[in-house]
């Protein structure tokens, strides 16, 4: 499930002030299927978004696994060939299931692990009747250089497990994306480049 894409609506802010020859600060409104999502070019050229809230309650992000107190499901076991992996769930305007480890070892390596073999156990999981997509370490598990929802939801499964600040750098294989989680308003910004690498024409 996919109603909104962070990298897309950063390259396509960038796009328009490129396309518009905007110098300085710009902000936009696009609307997604997730909702209306607010881009910011920066004086320096990279690209702030207003992601909104993350979603933390379990029938809304969707899973059927069992819910805290507070509805969300924060270091909850889930299953997957024997092994029990702990799972936080958020959702961005689409599901990530976010994990550091197994309750046997929390120091596992990404390298280490048969990604290809594994992510579509996790995304295809019956606990998760819209699908998933399954990060760990801000990796994510299913074939991409950078997800904004990705790097998002991993910030905010780190704050609620205790392992990281609400302002941090995410390192993904297409370059790192700083993300913060501010307390005030519940809402998450992200912030990167985007660069214009060719421009093209399709007949339709």
């Given at each position: 499930m996919k109603n909104m894409c962070g990298n897309g609506v950063r390259c396509f802010a960038r796009f328009i002030a490129e396309l518009e020859n905007l110098q300085g600060k710009y902000s936009f409104k696009i609307h997604t299927g997730a909702g209306l999502i607010i881009p910011e070019i920066q004086e320096d050229g990279k690209v702030k978004v207003d992601m909104g809230e993350p979603i933390l309650k379990a029938s809304d992000v969707p899973t059927r696994l069992p819910a805290n107190k507070d509805q969300s499901v924060v270091k909850s076991g889930l299953d997957v060939d024997g092994v029990t992996w702990n799972v936080t769930c958020v959702s961005m305007g689409n599901p990530h299931c976010v994990t550091f480890g197994t309750e046997g070892s929390q120091n596992m390596k990404v390298d280490?692990?048969?990604?290809?073999?594994?992510?579509?156990?996790?995304?295809?999981?019956?606990?998760?009747?819209?699908?998933?997509?399954?990060?760990?370490?801000?990796?994510?598990?299913?074939?991409?250089?950078?997800?904004?929802?990705?790097?998002c939801a991993v910030v905010v499964a780190a704050v609620l497990e205790g392992r990281a600040e609400r302002n941090c750098t995410v390192d993904l294989?297409?370059?790192?994306?700083?993300?913060?989680?501010?307390?005030?308003?519940?809402?998450?910004?992200?912030?990167?480049?985007?660069?214009?690498v060719f421009y093209g024409s399709v007949p339709l």
């Open positions: 280490e692990l048969m990604l290809a073999d594994i992510g579509p156990k996790f995304e295809n999981h019956e606990v998760f009747p819209a699908r998933t997509n399954t990060v760990r370490f801000g990796i994510l598990l299913r074939a991409t250089l950078a997800c904004g929802t990705g790097a294989p297409g370059g790192p994306l700083q993300i913060e989680w501010r307390e005030e308003n519940n809402h998450i910004y992200m912030t990167g480049p985007a660069e214009v």
